[in-house]
């Protein structure tokens, strides 16, 4: 009986030891495209929130400058039957940004004037799609469901994955490696979600974006 004891305790202290062991902290600094696309989409949504000519201005002239690549999407079959459309879309298509900025200007010239200079940029060519850099893409996620992306991230390197919703739920983030062991989340009450992590091995990993709500979400979705 006392040997057992003993056993049960030696048991309790190793698995108290193991639930307090900490991760390796991530000191590095976050991509400066991954930063540029996250306040870009913040201002978006701002910006249509606000009827701010000048946020949307700002987030299309930041979008159109970020060389990103295009992130493919494996979406969770949903009935879009059964779907309201909502006001508050999440739009981030540059063009349309500045078409609706001029919308909410009106008569204000100088404002006008900036969205016409920012829109010279785009039909000059200077838009998004280097090869070899970071991935972009827009995307819903329905009510009470989920949507999987794929993309691989190379052994021993800072992986960074951000997430920006419309603001309407609470939208959680989870990673997975090829063998489905969730490597990194991001699960606090907001639609906002960072995940940072150093893989061991090179591979494809699975992002999920969850949607805690009832009603669909539109968002924006970056990896460095």
Do not use: H
């Amino acid at each position: 009986m006392k040997k057992l004891f003993i056993v049960l305790c030696l048991f309790g202290i190793s698995v108290t030891a193991f639930a307090q062991e900490e991760k390796p902290t991530i000191d590095k600094p976050a991509s400066p495209e991954l930063t540029a696309l996250q306040t870009a989409a913040s201002l978006a949504r701002y910006g249509y929130a606000n009827y701010s000519a000048t946020a949307l201005i700002e987030a299309a002239k930041i979008f159109s400058e970020t060389k990103v690549q295009d992130l493919g999407m494996k979406g969770v079959p949903a009935d879009p039957q059964t779907v309201t459309e909502k006001d508050n879309k999440l739009v981030l298509d540059p063009a349309q940004l500045l078409a609706d900025a001029k919308k909410f200007a009106g008569k204000d010239k100088v404002v006008l004037a900036y969205a016409k200079q920012v829109e010279k940029g785009l039909k000059s060519g200077s838009t998004r799609g280097a090869v070899g850099g970071p991935k972009y893409g827009e995307g819903r996620v329905y009510g009470k469901s989920y949507t999987d992306y794929q993309a691989k991230f190379w052994a021993n390197e800072l992986a960074e994955v951000i997430m920006v919703g419309d603001g309407d739920n609470d939208l959680d983030m989870y990673v997975y490696d090829e063998r489905g062991n969730l490597i990194a989340s991001d699960t606090d009450y907001t639609d906002q979600c960072v995940c940072r992590w150093v893989p061991a091995w090179t591979g494809t990993f699975t992002i999920r974006i969850v949607n805690r709500g009832a009603v669909y979400s539109d968002f924006a979705i970056a990896t460095n």
